[in-house]
Nanobody, 124 residues
């Protein structure tokens, strides 16, 4: 079992930056791939970014490429999502997720564990 807790959401104006954190416990952090997803009201949960066990392979949705950066610190059991140039379309609940495997994936169905989510609201 893996327990995930997200931190860092909030209300910001368009153009601002936020950094989300996700702390994991319950399993060797460096054994598992991680990802970020988001869900806006009335919409499906969508893939944002993923990172493999070592952090040297990352994947991004087209909608955030160039603005968001995923990273991890295995010594701290923590994953991050640096979000720059935020716009109102980025408003959603953001979830971190973990796979039981070291290779990163973009498909939501391949993730086994989920955090409780943290709200990000971007005003225009």
């Amino acid at each position: 079992q893996v327990q995930l807790v997200e931190f860092g959401g909030g209300l910001v104006q368009a153009g601002a930056s936020l950094r989300l954190s996700c702390t994991a416990s319950g399993r060797t952090f460096s054994d598992i791939a991680m990802g970020w997803f988001r869900q806006a009201p009335g919409k499906e949960r969508e893939f944002i970014a993923a990172i493999n066990w070592s952090g040297d392979r990352t994947y991004y949705a087209d909608s955030v490429k160039g603005r968001f950066t995923i990273s991890r610190d295995n010594a701290k059991n923590t994953m991050y999502l640096q979000m720059n140039s935020l716009n109102p379309e980025d408003t959603a609940a953001y979830y971190c997720a973990a796979r039981s495997f070291p290779r990163a994936e973009t498909r939501k169905s391949t993730y086994d564990y989920w955090g409780q989510g943290t709200q990000v609201t971007v005003s225009s």
